[in-house]
């Protein structure tokens, strides 16, 4: 089954996280993901728990291969790139 990397992201310095974006991207295909979300309009509707700045979902085929792509040795440069631009809450999701 599906699963799903979400990550809501307030970026701190939007320079350099575009440098995180181009480099990310490539790692994600490689790893068989899929964005199917990138940053783009939101309409929070309940926000009674959180309130969400900048989502980006990716799609992989189960929950190993998402796990397997967050800590891979090519992605950790890349993430630590996101670590020190921006403040982020990430989660694994099972898909049905």
Do not use: Q
């Not at 939007?14 to 309409?43: F, N, Q, T």
């Amino acid at each position: 089954m599906p699963a799903y990397v979400i990550v809501d992201t307030k970026i701190n310095n939007p320079k350099v996280y575009e440098e995180y974006k181009a480099l990310a991207r490539p790692l994600v295909e490689k790893h068989g993901g899929i964005y199917r979300a990138r940053g783009g309009d939101m309409d929070v509707v309940e926000s009674d728990l959180w309130s969400p700045t900048r989502i980006v979902m990716i799609e992989f085929s189960d929950m190993v291969a998402a796990r397997k792509f967050l800590d891979s040795e090519d992605y950790a440069p890349v993430k630590a790139i996101r670590h020190a631009n921006a403040n982020c809450t990430a989660i694994i999701i099972d898909g049905i």
